[in-house]
């Protein structure tokens, strides 16, 4: 976990569509930041 912490921004794209390292992680935290940018673009 704390390597994952460490790498550079390059990498998080790899870790986001590399299923077996964090997908779901990503993947939701990705989908709670676009729904505030929804919720907000919205009002």
């Known amino acids: 976990m704390l390597n994952t ?3 550079p ?3 998080l794209p790899v870790i986001f ?3 077996d ?3 779901s992680f990503w993947k939701n ?3 709670l930041i ?3 940018f ?3 673009a919205l009002e």
């Open 5 to 7: 912490c460490k790498q």
């Open 29 to 31: 935290l990705y989908l």
């Open 34 to 36: 676009g729904s505030v």
């Open 21 to 23: 390292k964090g997908w």
């Open 38 to 40: 929804i919720g907000m």
């Open 17 to 19: 569509f590399n299923k």
């Open 9 to 11: 921004v390059t990498d």
